[in-house]
């Protein structure tokens, strides 16, 4: 999968997809974290500094069995935004499968 790539065993998104990403958390005003889904319950941050994190919902959005995203400030998306938004990063996690 080329969303994340492997450095020094973190995962992390590759260039392109960072400044995806970073457009997405602007457009949407979320924070986008990439993370390593460890026994299909743990989801540990990787890469990016998480530095404080906004409170509020988060919403889990795995690309596959070990690697995903956690979204931070879902609670103030509308529906469509969510929808839109979800399909967006499944795309990007789909897309460099």
């Not at 998480?50 to 919902?57: F, N, R, T, V, W």
């Amino acid at each position: 999968m080329n969303v994340l790539q492997k450095v020094k065993g973190i995962f992390t998104f590759n260039m392109i997809n960072q400044k995806t990403i970073e457009s997405l958390e602007t457009q949407y005003n979320v924070r986008i974290l990439p993370v390593k889904i460890i026994g299909g319950r743990r989801w540990s941050f990787t890469g990016k500094e998480c530095g404080i994190l906004p409170a509020g919902e988060t919403k889990r959005i795995p690309f596959d069995s070990e690697n995903g995203v956690i979204v931070y400030n879902w609670h103030i998306l509308n529906d469509l935004q969510k929808t839109t938004l979800t399909n967006t990063i499944v795309k990007l996690g789909t897309d460099n499968a």
